[in-house]
């Protein structure tokens, strides 16, 4: 055997032992946490193997940072501070990296997603006072005169904005806190896990079975007491954020009013489409365009899936008195309908 040969064998025979490692045999322990951040949202990671790591610790302290740079709720949050000053001088990485993104998908959404719709979110009574008064006309028009993030700039490491805009991250967060746990992961030697903060998940690697890790999508149709399944995928190295209108919404004089706002009018979000499950290389994206899909409706958030390879998506849409499914092409094959949908 001459010495390329050699090599070449020698290499193929690494790969192999690498990938082997890497793929966690059956039964291999599976480490499992869960708890409460940002209020009340309940997160839970899975790492494949790794008894040696204390994560639990680790993973509370690095939301409680996360937390304390972009919590709205906590009054000397670093986004807190923004807000009440107008001024931020070098924002932390967890500042910048959500607000570029933010900037990005705004752009790509035609202001769609906008985090600066706080404003317009008060008004209709989904902010911290949760009176319903249906505001009139003159009011949503006054109140839309602070809302977009052409308002808010970044330059030279200085954030400023107009008196009286206010920035909130509040649909990116979550997709956010989970790319966060799962590089920390990363960075201590994880190559199998799952993290989910409040129904957004990212995975990577294989489950404790040595199979894609299978992620549910709930049925958007049912009460908002109950849930049931409508999908499942098989995911591997990828993340998954899901918006809708059918968990946060009050209804009064016979009208629904949801809690997503279209910022470039200041009204709800009312249109068929139901529920918006993204995916994307990463979460905090994945969040971003759910939310900003529930704005859209179903055409243009099809248009924007199909021209994007980052992107894949599973819409819930009413059709003529019928619910409906759209399957974006990169999934078709790894995802599973429950029953009722697949006939
Ligand atoms: P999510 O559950 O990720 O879809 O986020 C929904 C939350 O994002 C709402 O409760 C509002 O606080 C905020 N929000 C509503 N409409 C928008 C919008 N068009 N762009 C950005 N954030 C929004
Ligand atoms: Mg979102």
Sequence with gaps: ?????????????????????????????????????????????????????????????LLVVFNQALSVYIPDSEISTFNQTGELSHPSELFTDVFERSQAVYERTDGAFDPTVGPLISIWGFGPDKTVIIPDSSIIDSVLLLVSMEKVDYENGLLTKDRNVQLDFGAIAKGQAVDEVGKWLERKGVQNYLVEIGGEVRCKGLNQDGRTWAIGIEDPTVSQFETRGLAIVNVQDRSLATSGNYRNYYKTEGQIYAHIIDPRTGY???????????FASDCMTADAF???FMVLGLEESIQIVEDDSNLDAVFV?????EIDVYVSTGITEIIELTETLAE
Excluded: W
Excluded at 4 to 31: D, E, M, Q, Y
Excluded at 36 to 60: A, N, R
Excluded at 268 to 278: D, E, F, G, K, T
Excluded at 317 to 321: A, D, L, N, P, T
């Design 268 to 278: 709800n979000a009312r249109h068929n489409l139901l529920s918006a499950s993204v």
């Design 1 to 61: 055997m001459n010495k390329k040969k050699l090599s070449i064998g020698f290499t193929a025979v690494l790969l192999v032992i690498t990938i082997i490692t890497l793929i966690p045999r059956k039964g291999t322990r599976l480490n499992e946490i869960s708890g409460q951040t940002m209020g009340t949202i309940m997160y839970h990671v899975k790492v494949v193997g790794h008894p040696e790591l204390d994560f639990e610790k680790s993973i509370d302290s």
């Design 317 to 321: 849409f009413s059709s003529e008195g």
């Design 290 to 292: 759910a939310t900003a």
